[in-house]
């Protein structure tokens, strides 16, 4: 019997160098279902060792990783902001390895979460070491795929640490990131906002987005766009830089990719619309702010600047979630999209530069000592 994953062939789609990609986004719903039972079987633990910590007054927290995993921050912390009414800010590990004296305060505890697929990257370990050097009292959750790897080693011998491992499924094995982000993302939420009632729903629209919607998202790809657009404010702005980001990593480089908010995209960005680029807008579930994007989604229709907009939140029952929750069923189209665009292309989707300019875990970073001294 012919098995069918993302309605394709698994056969064909191992023979395009393509099925573990195909399979990393296909099983996301069960992974966060796995990921919400790791997080409830050690939430004593983590509360044991996290409330301590978060009951300083002072304390500053700071979301951080590299590529991918750093978007996890810039979609979670304006809504941890709110949630936690406290400061949380998202700060790639990349920045606080180069420009570490502009971003870390000697006399301020610092909370530093850090996201990691694989853990091994350089600029995973050398925040983590830089920000014990240069913060007098330093925390760190360190939320990881890869139980074998650096990051976790480092956190699970230190006593200011707490290591956090996902599902082992989660460990992608192709080379775009997409289980491994959404479980790290989930995983935030469960800790800091847990929301029994949003879980349910969101497994229920990506069922539905990853069932019936995958013809339409199929006939998406198809067109010929040269350049995409993803539009999204708040939180989903983060979503969109990451949607950005699959879609030119799997059709490497040959999509041209960007990512605004919808008022930021007036401008300026607005003036790269022509008959070869597609709109995606992630729509706000909150009333207040999907006003904002329905303005410029009437304006983008009656300009008819752009060849295709396309509009997710109408593809499944999505109106139930909260944006942060909401995020995640839109990075699932979104990956599918580039999957599919990715195979459109003739690339393949588990290794699209196998001439290995761009590799699944960073290569080629040189780590310098840091003496303090910010004029050297």
């Not at 301020?108 to 990691?116: E, K, M, Q, R």
């Not at 070491?129 to 240069?134: H, T």
């Not at 976790?152 to 989660?170: D, G």
Request: hydrophobic residues 40%; proline residues 5%.
């Amino acid at each position: 019997m012919m098995y069918k994953i993302l309605n394709s062939d698994a056969a064909e789609l191992r023979e395009y160098n393509g099925l573990h990609t195909a399979q990393e986004i296909t099983q996301q719903p069960e992974t966060w279902e796995q990921t919400s039972a790791i997080i409830d079987a050690q939430r004593q633990q983590i509360a044991a060792w996290l409330q301590p910590v978060l009951q300083r007054s002072d304390l500053r927290i700071i979301l951080t990783g590299a590529g991918t995993s750093a978007y996890i921050g810039e979609t979670l912390a304006p809504y941890l902001t709110r949630c936690l009414e406290r400061r949380v800010e998202a700060i790639s590990t990349t920045d606080l390895v180069s420009h570490p004296q502009d971003y870390l305060l000697r006399q301020v505890p610092t909370l530093l979460i850090s996201y990691a697929r694989s853990g091994n990257s350089p600029e995973s370990v050398g925040a983590y070491d830089l920000a014990n050097q240069c913060v007098d009292e330093c925390f760190h959750l360190v939320i990881t795929c890869n139980r074998d790897g650096k990051l976790a080693a480092r956190a699970q011998n230190s006593n200011n640490s707490y290591s956090l491992l996902m599902p082992e499924a989660t460990l992608d094995q192709s080379f775009a990131m997409t289980s491994s982000f959404t479980a790290m993302l989930l995983t935030t939420l469960g800790i800091f906002v847990p929301q029994s009632a949003q879980l349910p729903k969101l497994l229920a629209a990506t069922r539905t987005l990853l069932s019936s919607q995958l013809e339409a998202i199929h006939t998406l790809a198809q067109h010929d766009f040269k350049r995409v657009v993803f539009l999204g404010a708040g939180g989903l702005k983060g979503i969109a830089t990451e949607a950005a980001l699959k879609m030119l990593e799997l059709t490497a480089g040959q999509v041209d990719c960007h990512a605004e908010s919808p008022l930021g995209f007036r401008h300026g960005p607005k003036s790269m619309l022509d008959d070869k680029t597609l709109v995606v807008l992630f729509q706000s579930n909150d009333p207040y702010c999907r006003r904002y994007d329905d303005d410029l989604l009437s304006e983008l229709q009656r300009d008819g600047t752009a060849a295709w907009i396309e509009s997710p939140a109408a593809l499944a029952d999505s109106s139930a979630l909260e944006d942060a929750w909401l995020s995640l069923y839109y990075i699932v189209f979104a990956q599918t999209l580039a999957f599919y665009k990715s195979l459109q292309l003739g690339i393949t989707p588990d290794n699209p530069c196998p001439t290995g300019e761009v590799n699944r875990v960073v290569q080629g970073v040189a780590l310098y000592p840091f003496d303090g001294d910010s004029k050297r």
